[in-house]
């Protein structure tokens, strides 16, 4: 398991009802109450790693569960609230991890629940959308998820040669986080659509979690001054993630990633190690890793995205599982901003959308970075 992708193994397909199988957030205080249905479904995250995220991003999030009728948890999401950068706009956003089902109690539509209770208490709030690293998409079309972006991963002898010698590779301090995070903010804002805002606070959760992989924030720098970042694990071989360049230096930055890494761990090592992040301009060598998003208020949704001239349609939008999203209205976009407005009478250019094919009209052109 990376950054979370743990949504294997989860059931919709029955709606048979059981009185004690209602859907209820754990209070705060209890939240390792779930982590022995993680250990039993994810066997492959080491006690290091759920050490880490129960002191970090699980200690702060919402898990909902069900119970059996002995009070054991048989079911459970974790909600992760997450701050984006969605097109030049700070929003809140739920990042959905850790969907599991116990063995014994697959197939009774439990997840359905726990889906269709999370999604109901997050249009209450007013969330704009939620979204995940899907195993296998089709567990999620169900529930109306859409592939919208991607990221990419590919071997690290594709990352191009190194040039140059005067960049110094190392850990990036916990005192050094905050001015990090503004640089990777920025860069990231130059190249992605939608990504997660950096923070001190974030690097300082994420730098517990890697290291209960083997793993740190690293830096690159010229002349003390930071022209890249990354993150990297041992557990299992050798990992790079994530890392930001300088874009008119990527080619030589990475290349002195490249050199740290076989000086660190020799060639033998990095010649099998995966290098994942993102790069448009690097597509063809790349491997596609998906995520997906589900619009939870239509109406905030709307308002998040941008506009470069003015548009008018009048739509009809059906979704199963949100109510407040189905109507006739009509969608005016604008750069002074978007809004929704319910209609009366449909006319003859209304189309009827789906919230899946609303979603993936929304959604066609954004690029999202890998969210950790």
Known sequence: ????????????????????????????????????????????????????????????NEILVIR????????MIHWNPVNVFLYGKERTADFLVAVATRADMRRKGLMAR???????????????????????????????FV??????????SGIGVFRKTEFEVRPVLSNEYEGAAAWV???????????????????????????????????????????GLFLYTLEGGLEIREPVCHPEREEEILGAVRKWASDSFGADLLENAEITGCGPEREHTYEKLKLMIRIVSLEE????????????QQIRVHDPILA????????TVSPEGNRLRPAEEETEDCVELSIR???????SRIFLNEVV
């Open 301 to 312: 949704c709307i308002r998040c995205l941008p506009a470069k001239e003015n548009f008018q």
């Open 147 to 156: 592939s919208v972006g991607a990221c990419l991963a590919c071997k690290a």
């Open 1 to 60: 398991m990376r950054h979370g992708m743990m949504d294997q193994n989860q059931n919709t397909h029955t709606e048979e009802n059981h009185e004690w199988g209602q859907p209820k957030g754990l209070p705060s205080g209890c939240h390792e109450e779930s982590r022995s249905l993680w250990e039993e479904v994810f066997p492959e995250d080491g006690k290091a790693f759920l050490d880490a995220y129960y002191a970090g991003k699980g200690r702060n």
């Open 324 to 331: 407040e999203n189905n109507g006739l209205f009509f969608l």
């Open 68 to 75: 059996d009728e002995k009070s054991r948890i048989c079911a």
């Open 357 to 363: 094919e609303l979603t993936g009209l929304l959604f």
């Open 185 to 227: 903010n920025g860069q990231l804002e130059k190249r992605y659509s939608l990504f997660a805002l950096r923070s001190a606070e974030y690097f300082c959760v994420l730098s517990k979690e890697l290291a209960s992989e083997g793993g740190q924030i690293m830096g690159v720098y010229e002349n003390a001054e930071m022209k």
């Open 114 to 144: 726990l889906m269709h209770s999370g999604l109901k208490e997050r249009m209450k709030r007013r969330v704009p959308f939620v979204f995940l690293n899907p195993a296998v998409e089709a567990y999620y079309t169900p529930f109306d």
